[in-house]
């Protein structure tokens, strides 16, 4: 089967119904089954036009058209860039509501053995949570979690070890998942960003300059393009990039 890159001219993680159906205008009687592939030659779907009538695409019968997801690396982060959790402390309460929000509308997460260690504080409940601390820890236990480490034998509830071929266990979760996967830890988004994985980075800039610590980018900062800015709360400004 022929990717659409091959037959259409389109690569990438996504495409508009309307751009397939224009690339395809003025040329022969279907029916078309074109099988979708990402930048890596991944195939993650087929579109499919069961009829076409005379030479466009507009009165297809039917069309399948099946995405992939998202990995999407984000932390908070101070204004020089570095991601100490314990010397930028908790975010505002605005802020972390939009995080509990996040979080439940995530597909799953992806973690490095360090930010996993960090984030399963949210596996047992505290006597001295609030309820906004319980609404977190609900929604982050209810998300599916993917571990990539070598040295842990096991890990917590909802969690699965990838200990070998992270990168074809990744490249997997993609292909046959859809919506919005978060990846967690600077070591672990330096490897999936050299892979060519990464979808979208979103950075949190808190009002603090730490002077150092562990950056946002553990290696080279890859060539990115600004794809929006918000504010999320008083004290917190998100800046989202794609790879350029």
């Not at 601390?133 to 890990?155: I, T």
């Not at 070890?161 to 967690?184: P, Y």
């Not at 600077?186 to 979808?199: H, K, M, N």
């Amino acid at each position: 089967m022929a990717s659409a890159a091959g037959v259409a001219g389109f690569e990438g993680t996504g495409f508009r119904q309307q751009d397939l159906r224009d690339s395809l205008d003025n040329r022969s009687s279907g029916p078309w089954v074109i099988g979708y592939t990402d930048n890596n030659g991944a195939q993650i779907g087929t579109v499919s036009f069961l009829r076409n009538v005379g030479a466009s695409c507009s009165e297809e019968s039917e069309v399948e058209i099946f995405t992939m997801a998202k990995l999407v690396y984000g932390l908070n982060q101070s204004l020089d860039g570095y991601v100490d959790h314990t010397k930028l402390g908790p975010p505002v309460p605005a802020a972390f509501r939009h995080f509990i929000e996040l979080v439940r509308g995530l597909t799953g997460l992806i973690y490095g053995r360090s930010m996993y260690e960090i984030m399963r504080y949210w596996d047992e409940d505290l006597p001295d949570w609030d309820a906004e601390d319980r609404d977190f820890a609900v929604a982050w236990r209810s998300q599916p979690k993917w571990v990539v480490s070598h040295s842990l034998k096991s890990v917590g509830p909802n969690a699965t070890l990838v200990a070998d071929d992270f990168e074809k266990v990744i490249r997997r979760l993609k292909a046959e998942l859809a919506g919005e996967i978060q990846v967690g830890g600077p070591v672990l988004a330096q490897s999936l960003t050299e892979a060519g994985l990464i979808d979208e980075y979103r950075l949190y800039l808190r009002p603090v300059v730490l002077g150092g610590g562990k950056p946002f980018f553990a290696g080279p900062r890859p060539p990115l393009h600004l794809a929006a800015s918000d504010l999320i709360a008083d004290d917190l400004i998100r800046l989202t990039y794609v790879p350029a």
